[in-house]
């Protein structure tokens, strides 16, 4: 199981392990922690990869919050342009875009505030865009038992623009079709439409 945040009276011995490390980190990479201009750092650092890292201290659940209803509506609904911010696992280095949402209801409905509630639970992980997008898809389909579930991701990834290859335009498309949206191509052919429509 993916390691936590850890709530309560052992936050402040995690806050300070994790800050020695990054003092130690930062010896490691030529320079003097306890210069002026690095020596918050490793409490800023801390702070950020908490906020980072969150989804690990949520659950399905508390996500939802019980904002499932029952509801006579079986046209598609999509949730498009959700900001994403992750880190790659592979390099710790950000990856960020939007992400697609679609569901074809049977009998129930979920509020769409929810619907971004739970791309931001698995995005703020230690990810990779592939996982991210199945993480969403089979959630959602475990959530409200749709006939169909569409997730796409589109994300511009710092481990290819700031090394190795660098390039700066490359966008990763990645897809998890569920259901009908994978067995009926007019329906995956109706969703990356409205995706790609434009105001």
């Known amino acids: 199981m993916p390691h936590r ?6 936050e402040a011995e995690q806050d300070a ?5 990054i003092r130690d980190l930062l010896k490691e990479v030529g320079e003097d922690p306890h210069r002026e201009g690095l020596r918050q750092t490793p409490e800023r650092m801390a702070k950020a990869l908490r906020y980072l890292t969150a989804g690990y201290g949520k659950n399905l659940p508390e996500v939802l919050n019980g904002a499932i209803f029952a509801e006579k509506y079986d046209e598609m609904v999509l949730v498009k342009d959700i900001d994403i911010f992750s880190l790659c696992e592979h390099h710790l280095l950000p990856f960020f875009g939007k992400c697609h949402v679609a569901y074809l209801p049977k009998t129930k409905i979920l509020g769409l505030s929810k619907i971004v509630r739970l791309v931001e ?14 993480q969403i898809a089979h959630t959602l389909k475990q959530a409200v038992q749709p006939r169909g579930v569409g997730v ?9 623009m700031m ?13 998890a079709m569920l259901g009908v949206f994978q067995k009926r191509p007019e329906m995956r052919n109706e969703l990356l439409q409205l995706i790609n429509r434009r105001p």
């Open 163 to 175: 090394r190795g290859v660098e390039k700066h335009n490359s966008k990763a498309v990645t897809s």
């Open 17 to 21: 392990l994790l800050q020695s490390l």
């Open 152 to 160: 796409v991701i589109e994300a511009y990834h710092f481990c290819m």
């Open 5 to 10: 945040w850890r709530k309560g009276s052992g």
């Open 121 to 134: 639970m698995y995005s703020r992980r230690l990810q990779v865009q592939e996982r991210l997008t199945q």
